[in-house]
Structures are given as C-alpha cells and as structure tokens.
C-alpha cells in the first residue's frame, strides 16, 4: 500500500477492533522505541512478524507488546489518514515541513496541527454540555494532553470522537465519517469562529473541535 487509500486502510484499521483496547502501562518514550516500526507498516498483517522480532530482541512479554503494537499503530494510521484527507481539500495548504510536530497543515493560512481524540469521561461533564460550551472542553485537552513528543500550545484543531454505545475509540477506525465531517467543517470554514486561548506562560493558541459522532 504504497499510495494512501482511504478505504483500504480503513479495513486494515478495522481489522484491530476485535481486541480490547487496552495498553498495560502508560505510553512512554522507551516503549516508543521498542514499536517505531509502526510508521512504516500501514498493514495489519505484517505487524506480527515485525512483533515476534522486537518480543525474542528484547526478551519482552509477548502479550504486552502486543497491547502496545497495535495501539500505536492504530492511533498513527488514523492520524494519518485524517491529516491526509484534510490536505486533499482545496482551502488546506499541507505543512512545507513534514518533521514540523507543531505544524500538520494551514487553513487559509493559519498554522494547525491536528489531533484525533475520544470524548473524555474525566471531563465529568455531558456531551450536550461540551457541545455547548466547546471553549471550555479545549483549556481542559490542552492541560490534560499526553507529555509525549507531541505535546504543545500551539494552534490545534481536535477532533472528537463519541459513540452512544461507550466505545469512542472505534470511531478512529471509521474513516469514512470522519472524513465526512472534516469535509463538512473545512467547507464552512470560518476563522472567526476560532476559540482564542490563552495559557499560564501568556502564549496563545487558535482552536476548534470537529465533533463525529455515532
């Protein structure tokens, strides 16, 4: 799958659901090391030769690698599907810089990175809630964002995930509603409506949340 298909990458990423979603510890820059071998293998199948290698290098439990694998995968392959269908609309500018963390595209020329997220339960609050009061949902993602290597403040659109049944997280899978909604928000795209934060340090930042629910 040399080319980006959409649709052929959605049944790989389907192919993930069947297995609880479960990582055994907190995702950390050392196990990181272990699976960066994701980033170049967009198909399920070919995940579990390239496992068993690291699991017999390392001497590592098969099941939690395991766990780890196929979460980092899934969650990389679903970013980079939607990072690849927002820069195939006509008002998004791809980043010159494809090593820039902070920057994934531009919208009429204001600078984004993106971010693919499931509706937090420790938000406390209603999806209605949220929906209503969206500025207040992004201060709370931005201070509660992993401390991995894509932490920032800078400019970020989120998109949120939700599904009624509780299993946000196979949302990611479903590539073709979420390019619905990111087709949908980019072709009403209105930079006014950007919420404007600032944080402690005085940086500012420009955000939005895409909502794809189910």
Known sequence: ??????????????????????????????????????????????????????????????????NYTINR????????????????????????????????FTIHGIPFDHKTTIFPKQFKKSIDYAKNNEKE????????????????????LFIVVFDEKGEHWKLKANLSLLQIEIEKYVSNYNPNTLHSLTFADNSKALSAIIWVTK
């Open 1 to 66: 799958m040399k080319a980006l298909d959409l649709k052929i990458l959605e049944t790989e990423l389907q192919k993930r659901l069947q297995y609880p979603y479960l990582w055994g510890r907190k995702q950390n820059d050392f196990w990181d090391g272990y699976t960066n071998f994701i980033y170049t293998t967009p198909t399920w199948e070919d995940l579990m030769p390239k496992m068993a290698e690291v699991v017999e290098a390392y001497n590592l439990n098969k099941r939690d690698l395991f």
């Open 73 to 104: 995968w899934y969650n990389f392959w679903s970013a980079t599907a939607v990072e690849h269908i927002f820069t195939s609309l006509p008002k998004v500018t791809p980043s010159k810089n494809q090593k820039d963390r902070l920057v994934d």
């Open 137 to 156: 949902l992004i201060a709370w993602l931005y201070d509660n964002q992993s401390t991995q290597q894509r932490h920032h403040l800078k400019n970020r």
